[in-house]
């Protein structure tokens, strides 16, 4: 074999590649990052910026289904799975039921509360080391609730979240107006979680890229990959239109579209696209102080120094790429109904985009089973900023064969069968 083209060849240009990237590259590897549209073309772009370990709860838990049935009737839930014929979305929906019950939930809380807790002490060394300028705060989050019997399910939350190294304090409604002016009136209460941190994604984006170019890094946007080429267990070329790229190891972090490139290795990877939408306006005068989530609509509120974005929601509909209006429309009207000033005239960005969903809401990150130089990356649901750092530390001692610094078998490719 030739000499190969770098030591280490990232497929994918979102959050999770260029932080895997910068790690890779500050060991002295040489490192191509392929993207097959643009830096910031994906779900790391569009999110509200929120670096959460209050999110260690994974998605499926007791109740959830029940929720989510009659959710299917309206097409505004904070959870909506069009119905359609999906064979793969339906086995994904069994697997995703089979996590619901309680030891399941607690053991992926402890699980995800480890690489949250984990990725933002990592996150501040990132940002200072890497010198990127996004916006980088401190500042909490509050849950707020104006459905009192909903305030009342979430009570044990705070218990549940201390043993997994998460600070909260209850409010009643009245302290949670006076913290939060924005609110309107008639606040039922809120949880506050003070280690949260924001950040804007799209500055962090274009300083991570910037950072692997100056670190010596080369990232090719407009490269899809249209296959791979393999002698027994290792992947000897990635292919993208005329060009072959050779490496001695691959990492494979391209979010939603990794089951589709998995497959082409003979890998089942059971993720599907959670479509997220989010709009941001011009920062209105009365902005909220710190990151919100309106908990009854499932709506975040992330206020930056020139900026104010409403976001979230989860909509599995496959890939289709048209934007759904009632799903917009949601968004405006659960902020409308809790705050003061919602975002006035036409928004500045409407975005959406999917979500890498496993059915266990845990990443995956590890070597791939059958491949001796794949190590996959992927599967964050919508966590990929809030634990991207992590991941990237972890993709460097997986590349490195060095002892991981948190225990992968949770996370391995290979739980799935």
């Known amino acids: 074999m030739a000499e190969p083209d770098c030591d280490v060849l990232v497929v994918g240009g979102g959050v999770i590649g260029l932080a895997s990237a910068w790690y890779l590259l500050r060991a002295g590897r040489r490192v191509v990052v392929l993207e097959r549209a643009a830096i910031g073309a994906g779900a790391s772009h569009g ?66 509360a480890g690489l949250l807790n984990a990725s933002m002490e990592a996150l501040e060394a990132l940002v200072e080391e890497a010198g990127i300028e996004c916006g980088y705060a401190r500042s909490g989050l509050l849950y707020v609730f104006r459905d009192p019997r909903w305030f009342e399910l979430h009570a044990s939350l705070p218990e549940s979240l201390r043993p997994l190294g998460i600070d909260t304090e209850t409010w009643d409604g009245a302290r949670t107006e006076r913290e939060e002016p924005a609110l309107r009136p008639g606040v039922a209460g809120g949880i506050w979680f003070p280690g949260d941190s924001s950040l804007r994604p799209d500055e962090l984006l274009a300083g991570l890229a910037r950072a692997v170019r ?7 946007e407009g490269a899809p990959v249209d296959g791979f080429e393999q002698e027994g267990d290792r992947i000897t070329a990635v292919c993208s239109g005329a060009r072959r790229w050779q490496a001695r190891e691959v990492v494979l972090a391209s979010g939603a579209w990794s089951p589709s490139l998995a497959r082409r290795l003979g890998l089942k990877l059971p993720i599907q696209p959670g479509k997220g939408y989010s709009m941001t306006f011009p920062r209105p005068a009365l902005a909220p102080s710190r990151a919100l989530v309106l908990k ?37 009207r659960a902020a409308a109904e809790f705050l003061h000033e919602p975002g006035a005239g036409e928004p500045l960005e409407q975005w959406h985009g999917w979500r890498p969903m496993t ?8 070597r791939a089973p059958r491949h001796a130089n794949l190590v ?13 750092p992590i991941t990237g530390l972890l993709v460097h001692d997986l590349v490195l064969r060095r002892p991981p610094r948190l225990d992968l078998a949770p996370l391995s490719p290979s739980r799935f069968g």
């Open 214 to 220: 100056a670190a010596g890094g080369e990232i090719v």
């Open 359 to 366: 059915w266990d809401d845990l990443p995956v990150i590890g």
């Open 296 to 332: 009854e609509p499932s709506v975040c509120v992330t206020t930056w120094g020139d900026g104010f974005r409403l976001g979230s929601t989860m909509e599995f509909s496959g890939y289709d790429d048209r934007p759904n209006p009632v799903r917009l429309a949601a968004l405006r």
């Open 376 to 388: 996959l990356a992927t599967g964050h649901g919508m966590l990929g900023v809030s634990m991207a």
């Open 47 to 112: 999110n509200c910026g929120t670096i959460t370990p209050s999110h260690a709860p994974p998605l499926p838990g007791p109740g959830v289904i029940g929720r989510a049935l009659k959710w299917m009737l309206r097409p505004d839930a904070p959870l909506y799975v069009r119905p359609r014929f999906d064979p793969a979305l339906w086995r994904w929906l069994l697997g995703f039921t089979a996590h619901c019950g309680r030891s399941a939930h607690e053991h992926a809380s402890r699980v995800r």
